[in-house]
């Protein structure tokens, strides 16, 4: 394609997805790479555990290393994209990926996997602020960009969906580094469509105020220290000194920031956007969305498997329905926003996912169709915010900052997650005495309590926070 087809492209925005679908194709399968990154390993841990001679406190570093420098950095990548150019740093960030995990093959020890791990995280934190913020260049026609965003979830929720078995299958016939090589066409295919399907950045478009590096790195800092924390409460409880000593950094680093981004002349992120009512609304709904998905996602494996006895394979059957909502809901977000208006669609989206959540808390331990319940409205009410929302995000922000609210989208699920799966575990530990294990047979009924108790709380705050955003994005209505 030439440089004058695309720059005709970048003045006219497509008016369909046909039109542009390279670029779609090219942004679908960054996001399927990030949705299947650590599903598919996890299968491959104790295949790991046995070749590379991996302990416990290795495969925690495995996994929660690609976590959290995903989370941790992408906000500050966000902001340089938004500098630098956002295709210019999906590009380099989809190249480095794929020698980053080209690199699996070379490893020899844990600490070589966990060093390829972090750059993977690294490398797929300059990709994904630009997933939206490039889908978002296309369009102008509100309606087009749902549809595309919703068509970009649906890979990636296909994936999430199929990744640990096509994992799994694929451990019987190749070596588990195959899991992350097989990274590397797919970058590549990402690389090509995105070269050939979306326009180069327009100088006259980009952020030109200094970038904040203090700022930058005092944020990123706290985003780390605060997954960290939210994962050794997890890992080992509050009982031990790392998780108040994480707590503590990330409490003083949070502290340092602010005060640096309200003294300095150029802030890495302008906290006035945030105050924006649609962007403030959007972003509590995405974090009552982390929140809820986090507490199911903790609790209905263990509860399937500890408690019920159901095989690993009858679990992720149990899933399901989550996944099928999931992925049949999708067509029908745009007329549904349509319908209704994007406010209210938003609103009923995270009111179906505080439905899911007490259904769960209150009835999910007496037999499974209420946890088939719970699944199918969590995951409708998630479909309908994650696209509405993010769109919503964006639309409130200068055009010079849309891959910093990109990421800013992300991160405040990623932050959420992170602190349902630590209250939810956190609760759990303290109800049952020895490990998760012996539930089946010593804690059924303690564990049911806690996971009931540690589920009713999220929904509460869930709720206090829906009714929050609606009740801001109402005020705008009004005042319109």
Known sequence: MTSTVLEARASSPATSLRAVWPAILGLSVV???EMLDNSVLTVALPTITRELGASATDLQWITSGYSLLFGGLMIAFGAIADRYGTRRMMLIGLSLFALASLAVVAVRTPGELI????????TAAMTAPGTMALCFRLFDQENLLMRATSLIATVGLVGMAVGPTAGGLILQVLPWQTLLVMNVPIAVLAIVCIRRGIPSDDPAKRNTTPLDLPGALLGTVTLILTLWTATLAVEDGWGQAEPWLAGAGAILSAAAFVVRERRTAHPIFDFALI?????????????????????????????????????PAQAALGNLPQVVVLLAVGPFVEKFAEKLGTQRAGALGATAVVAGLLVYGLLGRYDYVWIAVALALTAAGMRVVSTIAGVTVMRGLPEDQISTGAALSDTSQEVAGSIGMAVTGTVVAAAI????????????????????????????????????????????????
């Open 31 to 33: 996001f399927l790479v």
């Open 433 to 480: 005495a020895g490990s998760l294990t012996d539930i089946g047979t010593t804690g059924t009924g303690a564990f049911e309590n806690a996971v009931t108790t540690a589920t009713l709380v999220l929904t509460a705050i869930c709720a206090a926070l829906v009714i929050w955003a609606a009740r801001r994005s109402n005020s705008v209505a009004a005042a319109s």
């Open 115 to 122: 060093a390829v791990r972090a750059a993977i995280g690294i």
């Open 275 to 311: 105050r924006r009512p649609a962007v403030s609304a959007s972003l509590a709904y995405e974090a009552a969305m982390g929140l809820g998905m986090a507490a199911l996602a903790y609790s209905v494996s263990l509860q399937l498997q500890l408690v019920w006895g159901w095989s």
